[in-house]
């Protein structure tokens, strides 16, 4: 197969994700959602999700991957805290 009709796996990425990401901020803006946190949350899910779709039947995880699945990772579960301690008070 030609390389102008095969798309390689980093490509479909950031294809699958730049398309979920426009979706996203269109429907979340739609909703009138204002808060950032809830984008930057819904974010890092798709980064997941789209990782995992777009890897062979194993992840495979370089370590830039790594690294920034886990700095998402982190902002994701310091925006939960917050919202949790919010919701003890």
Known sequence: MSRALSLERVEIFLIAYACLLVF???ALSA???SEIDIYVAAFVIEYFVVIFATSPHYPVE???E???GIMLLAVFSEILIQH???LLK
């Open 84 to 86: 949790v301690i919010q």
């Open 62 to 64: 370089t370590r830039r």
């Open 66 to 68: 790594r690294i920034i």
């Open 24 to 26: 996203t901020v269109i």
């Open 31 to 33: 909703l009138m959602v």
